[in-house]
C-alpha cells in the first residue's frame, strides 16, 4: 500500500504537471496513443498506465479506481477501457449489443469512463489498408500481393471460433486461452481443438459449446453491404489479440514474410500506417476531442 507521504507526492507531482489524465489499461495501449495517434496532444492530455508495478495489475477496475481518486483529488480524469470488460463484469447484455448508440448510451460504468466500441484496442489496428501498407513495405518484388477485406474475411471463421471460446469462458470466470490457441488448427480441427477445451476446463458441462456464442458474434455482421463493411462491423466484437496473432500468421505464411510472425512487434508498425494515411477510427478522433473539452 503506497504511503500516506507517496500519495501526497503523486498528487503535487499531477497537479504541477497539469493536463488531463487519460487512464489506459496497459502500458501498450498509452504507446498507441501517446507514441502513434494522438502525440500532437500531448500538451493538453497525459495518457497513463494504470498498470502498477513489474507484475502489471492494470485493467478495467484499477482505471475505474485511478479516475475516482484524480476526480476526488480535483484533478481531472478520464478512463478508457476495453470493451471485453463488460463479459468479465457480468454485464453481458450490454456487450453483446450491436447498436452503438444503445452501446455508448448505457455507460455502465460513468460517463468518465469510456467503454471502447470495439473489444480492444488490438482490434482497431485491424484495418485491411494498414496491412496492405505494411505487406507493401516488405516485399520488394513486383507486382506486390494485394491485401483487403476479403482477404482478411478468408480467415474470419475461425476467429470467431477462438472469439467465441474466449467470451464463453471469460463468461464463466474461467482465464480464457492465449492468443496462440489452435494458431496450427483451422475450421472442423479448430472445432474439435475448442470441443476438447472445454470438456477438459469444464467436465461438469457435458455436450457444452460455442455455437450460441457464434450465432452473437455473426450478428454484428448482418446487413453490411459490401465486404468492407462487413470486415468494419465484425471487427467490433472480435478478439483482438487473437485475431491480430492469427491474421499476422498467416499473412507471414502467405507471403512469405517472417517479421509479420512478430505480431507484438506489428501493433506499432500498424498503427503508424494508420496514422500516416489518417485512417484513425472517428470514435477515438471524437473521444479525444471531447476529453480536450473538459479543460
Not at 501526497?8 to 502513434?36: C, M, N, P, W
Not at 484495418?127 to 507493401?136: I, L, N
Not at 475461425?158 to 467470451?167: P, Y
Not at 455482421?221 to 468492407?228: F, G, K, L, V, Y
Amino acid at each position: 500500500m503506497a504511503s500516506f507521504k507517496q500519495v501526497q507526492t503523486e498528487f503535487i507531482e499531477t497537479k504541477y504537471e497539469g493536463g488531463i489524465k487519460v487512464f489506459l489499461e496497459s502500458a501498450e495501449d498509452v504507446r498507441i496513443f501517446s507514441d502513434h495517434w494522438f502525440s500532437h496532444k500531448l500538451d493538453k492530455l497525459r495518457f497513463v498506465s494504470a498498470e502498477e508495478g513489474k507484475s502489471g495489475g492494470g485493467g478495467c477496475q484499477v482505471v475505474i479506481s485511478k479516475v475516482e481518486k484524480s476526480n476526488e483529488q480535483d484533478i481531472k480524469a478520464y478512463g478508457i477501457v476495453d470493451r471485453d470488460v463488460l463479459l468479465a463484469g457480468n454485464k453481458t447484455e450490454i456487450f453483446w449489443e450491436s447498436d452503438d448508440t444503445k452501446f455508448h448510451d448505457a455507460q455502465p460504468y460513468g460517463e468518465k469512463i469510456h467503454v471502447l466500441r470495439r473489444w480492444e484496442l488490438e482490434n482497431y489496428l485491424l484495418q485491411p489498408s494498414a496491412f496492405a501498407e505494411e505487406v507493401s513495405r516488405r516485399i520488394s518484388r513486383s507486382p506486390v500481393p494485394s491485401v483487403s477485406a476479403d482477404t482478411l474475411l478468408e480467415y474470419a471463421e475461425d476467429i470467431i471460433q477462438v472469439t467465441a471460446l474466449t467470451a464463453l469462458s471469460v463468461s464463466k470466470s474461467i482465464t480464457s486461452p492465449s492468443p496462440g490457441f489452435g494458431i496450427q488448427s483451422s475450421g472442423l480441427s479448430l472445432s474439435e481443438e475448442i470441443n476438447k477445451h472445454l470438456e477438459k476446463n469444464f467436465p461438469d458441462e457435458v455436450g457444452l459449446d460455442v455455437s450460441n456464442e457464434i450465432n452473437k458474434i455473426k450478428t454484428f455482421e448482418q446487413n453490411a453491404e459490401s465486404t468492407e463493411e462487413k470486415w468494419n462491423n465484425l471487427t467490433r466484437i472480435l478478439d483482438g489479440k487473437k485475431s491480430l496473432m492469427r491474421l499476422c500468421h498467416h499473412l507471414s505464411d502467405r507471403f512469405d514474410i517472417k517479421s509479420f510472425k512478430i505480431w507484438e512487434e506489428m501493433r506499432g508498425c500498424l498503427a503508424n500506417s494508420i496514422a500516416s494515411n489518417e485512417t484513425i477510427d472517428s470514435e477515438l478522433i471524437e473521444l479525444i476531442e471531447n476529453i480536450e473539452k473538459l479543460r
